[in-house]
């Protein structure tokens, strides 16, 4: 009873390799539903990961070794039964560790994706910096350069302070800094905050809002509204319109915000609130974009128990729809 409620697999081998022992856990991890009673274990699994702890284990040694089995990564430990000073067999131990696995590739994604778009910047500052050292630049256009690096660098900042924030949301340190928000006050005061924005467009703003307070954290839920205000101006035509909505439905708070811009193409709905995602990453440099916006946005709705909902068409426009809990 106790090995049939393990979440590991647990198998037990005799000296030539055949099953004396196993609980389903172990055959559910391995992908298999044979039912392996004094059969050889190889017939559960031939790979070379698997051989080798077998192997090593019959040989009086411990190993471990990965293997990857149905989209799963496996981590197989073994060691030595030991009879007086014989091996009588072996015992095979098997970990699911794909959550592990999937949780450092992203660590190492992410590190490679920061190193890259800072040194790109970077790169460029160096540059402009180097050909007014050597005095290559004629006077009238030092100006021009000297806004160029100070451009880049802006957006250095931009980019640190994001991968700031995503590292604070990450560690999830904000629990104590939980309070009552006025979202509305928050809501009319990013919308004065975007006016030029939005007016350097020619956008028709529509703001409706309603008097409704959220248990949250103020700055996370201003940056997640600020981010998603930002983008329906930074994404839509010129002329265009955003519309943003703060009101009480039937299921809880509602926020949304839509546009009438460029849309997202439906290969890539599914991937923008990973971070560094841009759909068009040469446009999206030009207009002052980090990919990191909508990240936050992920995060900081996960932290308040919000759920997004995104619904976007190619062409025409996009709408993303938080919502709260009511007792959040
Ligand atoms: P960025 O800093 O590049 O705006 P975000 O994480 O905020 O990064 O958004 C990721 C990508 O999703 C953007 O680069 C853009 O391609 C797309 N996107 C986000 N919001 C919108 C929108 N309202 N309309 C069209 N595309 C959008």
């Not at 009873?1 to 000296?15: A, F, P, R, Y």
């Not at 696995?101 to 790169?123: G, I, M």
């Amino acid at each position: 009873t106790i090995t049939e409620n393990m979440s590991e697999g647990l198998l037990v081998i005799d000296k030539k390799t055949d099953i004396l022992s196993y609980n389903s856990s172990a055959l559910t991890l391995l992908g298999t539903d044979l039912t392996p009673n004094m059969r050889s274990v190889f017939t559960l699994n031939r790979s070379y990961g698997f051989r080798e702890v077998v192997d090593k284990a019959l040989q009086g040694g411990h190993a471990e070794e990965t293997i990857f089995i149905n989209s799963r990564y496996c981590r197989l430990y073994s060691n030595p039964v030991m009879q007086g000073d014989k091996i009588a067999g072996a015992v095979i131990v098997i970990l699911d560790i794909t959550e592990k696995e999937e949780r450092d590739r992203l660590r190492r994604e992410f590190s490679a994706n920061v190193s890259h778009e800072l040194k790109t910047p970077l790169t460029s500052i160096s540059g402009f910096a180097e050909i007014i050292h050597n005095g290559l630049v004629k006077q009238e256009d030092i100006k021009k350069f000297t806004g160029n690096i100070y451009d880049e660098a802006k957006r250095m900042i931009a980019l640190i302070d994001d991968i700031i924030r995503l590292s604070q949301l990450d560690e999830s340190s904000f629990v104590e800094e939980m309070k009552d928000v006025d979202l509305q006050s928050i809501t009319r005061e990013i919308v004065e905050r975007l006016k030029p924005a939005a007016e350097a467009k020619r956008l028709r703003t529509e703001v409706y809002t309603e008097a409704l307070h959220v248990h949250g954290v103020p700055q996370i839920l201003d940056e997640m509204i600020y981010n998603l205000c930002e983008n329906a101006i930074k994404y839509n035509k010129d002329s265009g319109s955003l519309s943003i909505e703060l009101k009480k439905a039937a299921e809880g708070i509602l926020f949304s915000v839509s546009d009438t811009g460029c849309g997202i193409p439906y290969e890539d709905q599914d991937r923008v609130f990973e971070r560094f995602y841009r759909v068009d990453k040469s446009h999206s440099k030009e207009i002052g974009g980090t990919g990191l916006g909508l990240s936050i946005v992920k995060h900081a709705a996960i932290l308040h128990n919000a759920k997004i909902t995104l619904s976007s068409v190619p062409g025409h426009g996009t709408k993303i729809e938080v919502l709260f809990p009511v007792t959040a």
